[in-house]
């Protein structure tokens, strides 16, 4: 099946530095891909859609100036966490469709999960 | 109106039972209704799917049960092992306004015993 890789799987930071997420749809293209986040025990809150080309789609209440998305290629999104404090803490997962197969399915497939701390 | 309402939040089932979980919606532009499984630590990953034209979907010992006039359907695992025990979340999308952008349902925390 479809593989969506994610990088790195688990990343410790101080407060005030800025962490990159990469997302990558190993054997497929992708033009849409979504980031999520989620909190212990809880369901999967998208964040934002990002399209290969143009500018990403922030869900309201996300602040686009401190996730900062950027799809450059078919096969590569990441989000990056500006100036990260305590509260961003979370596991962050990303998922991708098949190209227009998956905009017609609606199947999505999603990556392993980047758990982030922030001290 | 975009939301997907999931229930039980937790279910303990028995090793060899069936574990039933129920989702909701409202929205009628819903017409993909995927369910996921979860490990701890780990992201999604797609179990079955269905689609408003049919009523039921079997793979393995997964079944879908959608009812289209209800608005609801849900996940039935027979045949239950303690390697199911997992988050499940059900989900929904209208592929034809949004795409694949996908809206959960809560998740359900099930516990099978051995």
């Known amino acids: 099946g479809a593989v969506v890789s994610q990088h790195p799987s688990w990343v410790i930071c101080k407060s005030g530095t800025s962490v990159k997420i990469e997302c990558r749809s190993l054997?497929?293209?992708?033009?849409?891909m979504f980031w999520y986040r989620q909190f212990p025990k809880q369901s999967l809150m998208l964040m934002a859609t990002s399209n290969e080309g143009s500018k990403a789609t922030y869900e309201q209440g996300v602040e686009k100036d401190k996730f900062l998305i950027n799809h450059a290629s078919l096969t590569l999104s990441t989000l990056t966490v500006t100036s990260a404090h305590p509260e961003d803490s979370s596991f962050y997962i990303c998922s991708a469709g098949r190209g227009s197969l998956g905009r017609r399915t609606g199947e999505l497939f999603f990556g392993e999960g980047s758990r982030l701390t922030v001290l | 109106q975009q939301q997907v309402k999931q229930s039980p939040q937790s279910l303990i089932v028995q090793k060899g039972g069936i574990s039933i979980i129920n989702c909701a919606y409202e929205?009628?532009?819903?017409?993909?209704f995927p369910w996921y499984q979860q490990f701890p630590g780990k992201g999604p990953a797609l179990l079955i799917a269905i689609r408003p034209d049919v009523s039921e979907k079997k793979e393995g010992r997964f079944t879908i049960s959608f009812n289209k006039s209800a608005k609801q359907f849900s996940l039935h695992i027979m045949d239950s092992q303690p390697g199911d025990s997992a988050t499940y979340f059900c989900a929904a999308s209208a592929r034809k306004t949004s795409g694949s952008r996908l809206t959960f349902g809560e998740g359900t925390q099930l516990t099978v015993n051995p």
């Open positions: 054997d497929f293209q992708a033009t849409t």
């Open positions: 929205n009628t532009a819903f017409d993909y």
